[in-house]
Each structure stands twice: as C-alpha cells, then as structure tokens.
C-alpha cells in the first residue's frame, strides 16, 4: 500500500483534529467558554468606548488591554478542573466542542475555497474529483452538489 494525494491529506487533517480536540481536553470546555465571552466583551467594552470618545484608532489598544485584564479575571474559573467528576465533564465538553469547532471552520473553509478557486486551478494542483473521491475526511467538506 503506498500513499496517494488523497491519502496524505486525510493523514493531515485527522492529525489536525486530533491535536484540536486534545488541546480542547486540556483547555475545558468552562475556559473556551470564558475565553470567547472575553473575547466579545473585550469588543463591547472597545466600541463603547470609541463611540464615547470618538477616537477610532485607540479600538485596538482599548481591546487588548481590555483582553487582557478580562483574561486574566477568568482564569479563576480554572478551579473547575479540580472538582473530581465535573472536571472530567469539563474537558471531555472541551473535547467535544474543539472538534465541532474544527469541522465547522473546515467545512466553512473549504466551502469557500471551492467555490472561489476554479476547477482547473485545483486540478493543475492535482486536486482532481478522482482524488477527492478516494478521501474519507476531505470530501465531507466538500459540497459537490
């Protein structure tokens, strides 16, 4: 058995997911959580304060300090981890959302890609229908319908 194009870009993205959904594990669910509640927060606070003093270059700054200062307010949530049966629920939702999260940016990015790159570019690359047939993981990503 050798390997084909299809073959190594399976091999790519299963490594891929794998290293999302350990990261995932390690993180927790509660911490991704807080991390995207920081992240929309550290926005709001930034706009607010754009709209109230009018100077749209300090969006940037005001962000990340805002960022920062709500990163490290949330990293008392880490105290999840150590509560025996609800920290193991912890990661393994971690897990399960770094996956879902993963295939929802792959889908979305390949959806685009093939739909903005021609065909005969991903056929020059070697990226043929025949290849993409032959691949378990690539082609649920791809839409050919």
């Known amino acids: 058995m050798y390997l ?3 073959n190594i870009i ?6 891929l997911f794998l290293l999302i959904v350990i990261r995932g594990w390690h993180v927790g669910l509660v911490m991704c959580v807080a991390h ?5 927060a550290s926005a709001m606070i930034a706009s607010v304060f754009v709209k109230m003093t009018g100077i749209i270059p300090l969006y940037g700054i005001v962000f990340i300090i805002a960022a920062a200062v709500l990163g490290k ?4 949530l880490k105290v999840v981890e150590w509560i025996p049966l609800i920290g193991i629920v912890n990661k393994a939702g971690g897990a399960f959302a770094g996956f879902i999260g993963a295939f929802l940016v792959f ?3 390949f959806g685009f890609l093939f ?3 021609p065909q005969e570019m991903w056929e020059r690359w070697g990226l043929t229908q ?3 047939d032959k ?6 990503f791809i839409d050919r319908g």
């Open 73 to 76: 307010a949330v990293q008392v």
């Open 115 to 117: 739909r903005v790159v």
């Open 36 to 40: 995207i509640a920081v992240l929309i």
């Open 107 to 109: 889908y979305i990015l």
């Open 130 to 132: 025949e290849v993409i």
């Open 10 to 15: 399976d091999i790519v993205l299963a490594i």
């Open 135 to 140: 691949t378990y993981l690539f082609k649920a």
């Open 4 to 6: 084909r194009d299809g």
